[in-house]
Antibody
Framework: EVQLMESGGGLVQPGGSLRLSCEAS????????MAWVRQAPGKGLEWVSAISGGIDKRYYAPSVKGRFTISRDNSKNTVYLQMDSLRAEDTAFYYC????????????????WGRGTLVTVSS | DIQMTQSPSSLSASVGDTVTITCRASQGIHNFVAWFQQKPGKAPKSLIY???SLQSGVPSRFSASGSGTDFTLTISSLQPEDFAIYYCQHYFTYPPSFGQGTRLEI
């Protein structure tokens, strides 16, 4: 069974940093692209960042480019999201998601989601 | 970037009803559309991919269709557990994007 377990969320001041982790199990982690999607409380879904499965290619939404860094450690079946220069508008639930297909580049359809971790940016 | 516009934004229905939610893409995206269901306090759950293919384990009362720019999700014989928020998403190209959601209420 596919499982995605996020951790690392919490309260941080504007301008601060936080690193989210997502530990995966139940599938061959290294073969799949992974992504982060966020949802501000009471709002809709916003794709944030993705990392390919086969080659080290990374993608970012314009709203986070230059501030967030996605990475993965295939030996630990874990994907990370390093978030720097955090702003109030980054406050959201952050979901770790898995691509439906195995490929060297994302299919952009992420069919399995973790439960999410809440990031609150406030002074 | 491709925009996805859902309608209606909210919908009231009763158990046993049939409802339809629509999603329009700002440009043609073939059949690269997925539908998600989100219940309060839970992560979104994938229902449909490739515009009309049901994810494993999703009840057959859920169906979807469309191609190009116009897509629909239909839920037949609504059950109490179907009352939730529904999102469409295109995955035709990078960056992917979601519709703004449709709240289905009793």
């Amino acid at each position: 069974e596919v499982q995605l377990m996020e951790s690392g969320g919490g309260l941080v001041q504007p301008g601060g940093s936080l690193r989210l982790s997502c530990e995966a199990s139940g599938f061959t982690f290294s073969s799949y692209s992974m992504a982060w999607v966020r949802q501000a409380p009471g709002k809709g879904l916003e794709w944030v960042s993705a990392i390919s499965g086969g080659i080290d290619k990374r993608y970012y939404a314009p709203s986070v480019k230059g501030r967030f860094t996605i990475s993965r450690d295939n030996s630990k079946n874990t994907v990370y999201l390093q978030m720097d220069s955090l702003r109030a508008e980054d406050t959201a639930f952050y979901y770790c998601t898995k691509d439906r297909l195995t490929s060297t580049t994302p299919s952009w359809f992420f069919d399995r989601w973790g439960r999410g971790t809440l990031v609150t940016v406030s002074s | 970037d491709i925009q996805m516009t859902q309608s209606p934004s909210s919908l009231s229905a009763s158990v046993g009803d049939t409802v339809t939610i629509t999603c329009r893409a700002s440009q043609g995206i073939h059949n690269f559309v997925a539908w998600f269901q989100q219940k309060p306090g839970k992560a979104p759950k994938s229902l449909i991919y490739a515009a009309s293919s049901l994810q494993s384990g999703v009840p057959s009362r859920f169906s979807a269709s469309g191609s190009g720019t116009d897509f629909t999700l239909t839920i037949s014989s609504l059950q109490p557990e179907d009352f939730a928020i529904y999102y469409c998403q295109h995955y035709f190209t990078y960056p992917p994007s979601f519709g703004q959601g449709t709240r289905l209420e009793i």
